[in-house]
């Protein structure tokens, strides 16, 4: 790992210049529902969003998971939503690449609506229809759904547009990226010509343009990376950044801190609630945290910083509002438990580390789906963030093995241990000389550093590929019938056993990845759908975290068997349903 140094911010802002979000004219059930998660301040996307999106403009925003892009739609939907309808068509529809990404904008939407009775509906493949279909029935407000699905319910007339004030494109790139273009132009065509338009996407290729071109009308245009950060004195700052599933972040956190053992460090979290159960985890594992955010007193807060100062406590776990203007001298280890949603809050809070000349270290915890956000930070920052592997049991123990030995060392050189010598000249009457030493090892190893390792458990590591430009592959959402092209090296095919007549089609089985893993829909190589049966090429590296990803799902509704496909490189890749069927 390098060391870097860091553009600086010379004049964060000040707390309570921050916009908040009645500065933003939201409603009241809004606000609460807001201050209820714990959110202290609006991200910039949603600074920058939510008034021109109140007015009923249309937006071309490029923002990717983690800038805070769904509340930046949603809050203004909900705003606008008339009180006490019911039954009804939807008013919105929020067209999204996966269903994963349905259900998560679906909650978002719960969560920040639950005051203003909002009914929204996610639609998605794999979802058995009839459900779908009664709560459609029922009236919905808004429907958020993959564009198949949504498509095959227009066809249907159980999803009617007619009604619809907004249509938000959300991850468009990632969309087109998946084949749904046609879905998308067939949608937008059965919906008002007067209606508001929002797409957000996390890169803004040609086709992106194209889209926006067509069926946006003046838009405003939104782009959260827009500035480079003013260089200033620059910090030494180690950065590197480790990808891990939401379930395993407060064990990463803590296989992280054992292995780096920060003098003191600060943890930002997005929310107080975060902030809050972050604290009460990382207590119950073992460490000295301390939670600080905007919800406590001068008082309270004065006396968390006292225990950071005096060393009672060696984990702060803040929020961006609370930690601003906190001068703390001694922190060594900044982390992101959370990517920050914009480069600048990065460069913000990374720039409390790294000092007076002496090196700190900054740490980011990501997502899957967050990678993205990592790569915008360091085209920001110009600086470079090392992707690392979570260290491992056997990485804490040789870790741990070597705290004790320089421990041990240090007390070779610098104690008396004379008034030892007795125990030692004893022992040895009995024992070898070297097991006296291994014992009396084994018991400063254990002292110094209480918990044992052999409890600890193994963090799944996610792989991430890095983007790559153009894509071969399933372009378009065709099925691809027939010889398949020659497969590209470093690749390997994944053979899941349903096809075509289960209903399974290629953007099934990329949403299905992409949903379940950190593999992006550009790195999947060619799928091949047979009757009963589908191949797909992904990544060598990557291969067994779909496989366990696909195994762990359904793809239509249904489990399927997923395995490396047995044929593996013998025909050069070619296709034969029927050569297939025979062997298995
Ligand atoms: P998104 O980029 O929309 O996927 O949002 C990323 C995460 O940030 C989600 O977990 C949201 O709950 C959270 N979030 C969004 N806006 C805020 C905010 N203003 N303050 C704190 N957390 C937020």
């Given amino acids: 790992m390098s060391s870097a140094p860091v553009p600086t911010d010379p004049t964060p802002s000040d707390p309570d210049e921050a916009s908040a979000f009645a ?96 009914r929204v509906l996610p639609i998605y493949g794999g979802q058995p229809i009839g459900r779908q279909l009664r709560s459609l029935d029922a009236g919905v407000d808004v429907v958020v759904a993959t564009p198949g699905r949504a498509l095959d319910h227009i066809a249907r007339g159980t999803l009617r547009l007619g009604n619809l004030g907004t249509v938000v494109l959300d991850e468009a790139d990632e969309m087109l990226d998946m084949g749904f273009a046609e879905d998308i132009e067939a949608i937008l065509e059965h919906a008002p010509a007067q209606r508001q338009t929002v797409l957000f996407s996390a890169t803004m290729p040609a086709r992106i343009d194209g889209l926006a071109r067509q069926h946006l009308t003046d838009p405003v245009r939104i782009q959260i990376e827009r500035e480079r950060p003013v260089a200033g004195e620059a910090p030494r700052v180690r950065q590197s950044a480790y990808i891990v599933a939401r379930a395993h972040k407060p064990a990463a956190l803590g296989r992280v801190l054992d292995v780096e053992s920060p003098t003191s460090a600060i943890v930002f979290c997005r929310s107080r609630e975060e902030v809050d159960r972050l604290t009460e985890t990382m207590n119950g594992r073992g460490y000295r945290a301390e939670a600080l955010h905007g919800g406590m007193s001068q008082e309270q807060r004065d006396r968390v910083m ?105 007390s070779l050189l610098e104690d008396d241990l004379e008034p030892f010598r007795v125990i030692a000249e004893s022992l040895t009457d009995e024992f070898d000389l070297m097991e006296v030493a291994l014992a009396a090892v084994k018991l400063a190893h254990e002292a110094t550093l209480p918990g044992s390792d052999d409890e600890a458990e193994e963090i799944p590591q996610v792989a991430v590929r890095p983007a790559r430009e153009g894509r071969p592959g399933h372009e378009g959402r065709g099925e691809r019938r027939g010889p398949a092209r020659p497969r590209a090296t470093g690749t390997v095919q994944v053979f899941v056993g349903l096809g075509r007549r289960a209903g399974v089609r290629p953007q099934d089985l990329v949403g299905a990845i992409t949903g379940e893993t950190g593999v992006r829909g550009r790195d999947i190589g060619s799928i091949e759908i047979a009757d009963r049966f589908s191949l797909v090429e992904v990544p060598v590296g990557v291969a067994d975290e779909v496989i366990q990803g696909l195994r762990g799902s359904t793809i239509k509704g249904r489990k399927a068997t997923v395995r490396r496909d047995r044929d593996g490189d013998g025909d050069g890749g070619r296709f034969d349903s029927r050569e297939r069927r025979d062997r298995r």
């Fill in 23 to 118: 500065d933003l004219g939201l409603r009241a059930e809004l606000l609460a529902a807001l201050s209820a998660l714990g959110y202290e301040e609006p991200t910039p996307i949603q600074r920058e969003a939510i008034p021109p999106l109140r007015e009923g403009r249309d937006l071309l925003g490029q923002a990717a998971t983690g800038t805070g892009k769904t509340a930046a739609f949603a809050l203004p939907l909900l705003q606008r939503m008339p009180e006490d309808r019911s039954g009804g068509d939807p008013l919105a529809l929020v067209l999204v690449p996966t269903r994963e990404l349905a259900v998560q904008v679906s909650e978002a939407f719960h969560r920040y609506g639950k005051d203003l009775g909002a």
């Fill in 306 to 410: 006292g225990r950071l100062r005096s060393g009672t406590a060696d984990l702060l776990v803040a929020t961006d509002v609370a930690a601003r203007g906190l001068d703390v001298e001694q922190l060594s280890h900044v982390v992101n438990y959370d990517v920050p949603s914009a480069p600048e809050s990065y460069v913000h809070r990374i720039g409390r580390v790294g000092r007076a000349g002496r090196e700190g270290v900054a740490i980011t915890l990501a997502e899957p789906r967050e990678h993205r956000m990592l790569k915008t930070i360091e085209r920001v920052t110009g600086q470079r963030i090392l992707i690392d592997k979570i260290p491992t049991v056997a990485d804490l123990r040789t870790r741990r093995l070597a705290l004790t030995q320089a421990a041990l060392r240090e």
